[in-house]
């Protein structure tokens, strides 16, 4: 996946409001859009490199979007959480992600019941497979990432849709989107929300896939490479 626009670096000065960080630039401070709704626990502090998009758009009140933050062990994060859907689908449709390459024609957004689905398959006998994505982004030490990064009563709900949906007869899959390029385990975070830690559990007895993908960062660039053991 290309970013729309050319990267720019910046320094990272502080996250604040949630959605507004100022970095530093050689032009002086300059206040971006951070695209995340977690707590970005651990995913960056003062002095680190941040990538960040900037938009032509005349009516955006904040023209830079963050992108990626380095830190300083050398290891990167994608932070912008708006990405996570189309990095899986890419990676869908290319068949990367080989536990589900039965399934093709992958629509985003499809509507079940109340609820919307992040994405939906077919395969050549029609059957549908329906898949949720989350972005990781937690590591906390020997390479061990973890979701979520606060309680998550949204996700909780979408872990019950998937599980209604392989009891009634349908596949499903949860699809974790590692954005941490030192995580190498993917694991639920039990010490920060124990109900979504049982509700992954359930589902994966119900029969639900939950699978961990990998993305790795150029200048430019960020796609999904290999799969990650899953602990649970």
């Known amino acids: 996946m290309k970013?729309?626009?050319?990267?720019?670096t910046?320094?990272?000065i502080k996250r604040?409001?949630?959605?507004?960080?100022?970095?530093?630039?050689?032009?002086g401070v300059l206040t971006i859009h951070c695209p995340?709704?977690?707590?970005?626990?651990n995913c960056g502090s003062e002095g680190d490199t941040v990538w960040y998009s900037l938009s032509d758009n005349p009516k955006r009140k904040?023209?830079?979007?963050?992108?990626?933050?380095?830190?300083?062990d050398g290891h990167k994060i994608g932070i912008n959480t708006h990405l996570a859907n189309k990095l899986i689908k890419e990676a869908l449709e290319t068949q990367v992600v080989t536990e589900l390459a039965e399934f093709s024609d992958w629509k985003s957004e499809v509507k079940v019941g109340a609820s919307r689905i992040d994405l939906r398959g077919q395969n050549v006998n029609g059957e549908f497979c329906y898949v949720e994505v989350?972005?990781?982004t937690l590591h906390e030490r020997n390479g061990q990432g973890y979701f979520p990064d606060s309680v998550t009563e949204r996700g909780q709900k979408h872990l019950r849709e998937l599980t209604d949906l392989v009891q009634s007869g349908v596949d499903a899959a949860l699809v974790f989107c590692v954005q941490h390029t030192g995580i190498e385990r993917a694991a639920p975070a039990d010490h920060i929300d124990p109900e979504y830690g049982r509700l992954?559990?359930?589902a994966i007895n119900a029969g639900v896939k939950v699978l961990a993908y990998r993305v790795s960062f150029?200048?430019?660039s960020a796609t999904i490479t290999t799969g990650l053991p899953l602990d649970v």
């Not at 604040?16 to 032009?27: A, S």
């Not at 023209?63 to 933050?69: A, K, L, N, Y």
């Open 3 to 8: 970013y729309a626009s050319r990267l720019h």
């Open 10 to 12: 910046g320094r990272w």
């Open 16 to 27: 604040y409001k949630r959605f507004f960080l100022d970095v530093e630039t050689n032009d």
């Open 36 to 41: 995340n709704t977690g707590s970005m626990k």
């Open 62 to 72: 904040l023209p830079g979007t963050s992108e990626i933050v380095g830190l300083s």
């Open 134 to 136: 989350k972005s990781m």
């Open 200 to 202: 992954l559990r359930e």
């Open 218 to 220: 150029t200048d430019d």
